[in-house]
């Protein structure tokens, strides 16, 4: 698995959807939950927004599979699926180290600005105890998604056998473009199978993915 770079040069559109992917961060992170509560019509609006985005992400995912479709068959053999993993984990890794800490950040900056008031009272101390709480998150993420690479390196054909048994709906040694696609595609239930078992998702992080989803259950049955 290459770096950052040279998996963007190998995998341009898989570049993209990440761009994507994180244009419909940037969207819903920016949102007031209660203010869309008290107007209905703004959240249907907004989820119109974010079906837009989902489809356009979905079109640079069906993209990225053609390009690493080397020999125009239609399909991903078990060469051409493995490429493609490593390009996908080295940018799946780069983006969230990227955006978990932007929203840290984010989050922090709100926190701090809602306790402003507070923080007045409490003197210095308050500020810079929050501030410290940032940084520990923060080293927290970089040595999760350390720790994330360095497992997939060590375990990288026997975690990219297992992501391609879980897109082989078929069982037929082949992957299919909608399976890949709907693997690209957050909660659905083969996003965070394909996720599992390259080692991006742990128990934990896949009870908090099904807690908030609300997308449909698409993908290949569990065999």
Known sequence: MGCGASAAKDAPNLKQYFVCMEKML???GELDAMELMMDPA????VEKDSQKVIEECKEWASK???HHDKDNSGHLDVAEAKRLFGNYVTL???FHEKNDVKLVKSQMAQALKLMAPMLEMLGADAKKELKQQEKAAIAEIHKK???KRENYMSNRDTMDEEAFKTLD????GKVQKKDFVD???PQTDIYNRMHLALGLMDAAELAAEMKSAMGPDE?????
């Not at 703004?42 to 609006?45: I, M, R, T």
């Not at 709906?169 to 037929?172: G, I």
């Open 42 to 45: 703004k959240l249907e609006q």
């Open 26 to 28: 940037d969207s819903t």
């Open 219 to 223: 993908g290949c049955p569990q065999q």
């Open 145 to 147: 998604m350390k720790e």
């Open 169 to 172: 709906c078929s069982k037929d």
């Open 183 to 185: 693997s690209l595609t």
């Open 64 to 66: 990225s599979f053609d």
């Open 92 to 94: 799946y890794i780069k």
